[in-house]
Every structure is written in structure tokens, then in C-alpha cells.
């Protein structure tokens, strides 16, 4: 069951869960509003073929930029860290969310990578993809996700931060 504005601040107060920077203004309904950090990665190529089973190190196609603002063009995508840094408990599970008013411009902003470990302690690296035939630019400090919560049955004994794979490097 997906907690509530209510239960998130509840497990915040237990500890269960840590959003570092955390503002009341991003709290809705049942989600909190995660935002851009000026951490973007850019394709290093443009085009060209990539095996998908051979490539065991996908961050090597991509190149690290710093800005206020990146400029998306139709078709292209790139890869953004949230500003805010989450922590969340070994019996919590966190699923990162699109909010409606990118979607409507089309824009994705996780490609299929929607799970937030339970045990995670990281910032959330977003797959950010501009699927229509406008420009978008998109800037540092844009909520563009949503993350919602929910408790698991039982704790996992395998935390993510112990036991992913790169999970101390975001």
C-alpha cells in the first residue's frame, strides 16, 4: 500500500526515511516532488551502434556537464542526479513518478528504471527523454519527478547500499 502525505511524514519522524534537502512545499498527496540538480549527462556520441550485452559499462557513453539549463531537442535524452539525496529503511520501497505536466509535453524522465531500492541511500539518477517535436529545456532546480512510497511486508536482507552495484556512487 502507497503511503500518504501523513504516513511519509510519520516514517520521516521514525527515521525510515530521509530526504536530504527536504522542503514541506514538495510533499503532495501521496508523493514527494524531486527536483534537478545542475548534474546532467549527455550522450558522448550522437549516433552510433552500442552492444547492449558487450557495453558492461554503460556511464562510459556519457559525458558529465554542470549547468543551469540543458537543452533537449526532439528524439534526444539524456541523464540527470536529483538534487535531493534519499535515504530509505530496508522495509521501505520508493517508486519514482513523471509529473503530469512534463508528461504532457513529452517528456519521460525514467526510462524504465522506476524502483528505488529498499536500503538505498543515494541521489536518483533520472533517464530523461524528449519524445516530442518541440525543444525542451529544462533547468536546475525543476521538479520534474515524483517519488511514492510504500512498506514491504518484510524487511529485505539485502539493503541496496550494501548490496548494489552502484549504489555509493550517485
Do not use: W
Not at 514541506?24 to 552500442?50: I, M, N, T
Amino acid at each position: 500500500m502507497y503511503l500518504s502525505n501523513k504516513d511519509i511524514l510519520k516514517e520521516i519522524a521514525r527515521g525510515n526515511i530521509e530526504i536530504s534537502p527536504f522542503d514541506p512545499k514538495h510533499l503532495s498527496q501521496a508523493s514527494y516532488d524531486l527536483a534537478l540538480s545542475s548534474e546532467f549527462y549527455v550522450p558522448r556520441k550522437a549516433r552510433g551502434e552500442v552492444d547492449v550485452v558487450e557495453s558492461t559499462e554503460p556511464h562510459k557513453l556519457m559525458k558529465k556537464i554542470i549547468a543551469k539549463s540543458i537543452v533537449l531537442k526532439p528524439q534526444e535524452f539524456c541523464l540527470a542526479k536529483t538534487s535531493e539525496k534519499i535515504r530509505i529503511s530496508n522495509s521501505i520501497i520508493g517508486i519514482l513518478g513523471g509529473r503530469s505536466r512534463f508528461a504532457r509535453l513529452g517528456m519521460t524522465v525514467h526510462v524504465t528504471s522506476a524502483v528505488i531500492q529498499p536500503g538505498s541511500d543515494n541521489h536518483q539518477i533520472l533517464e530523461i527523454a524528449n519524445l516530442s517535436p518541440f525543444t525542451l529545456k529544462l533547468y536546475a532546480g525543476e521538479r520534474v519527478s515524483q517519488v511514492y512510497f510504500e512498506r514491504l511486508e518484510s524487511p529485505t536482507d539485502k539493503p541496496y547500499k550494501k548490496f548494489g552495484k552502484i549504489a555509493t556512487k550517485q
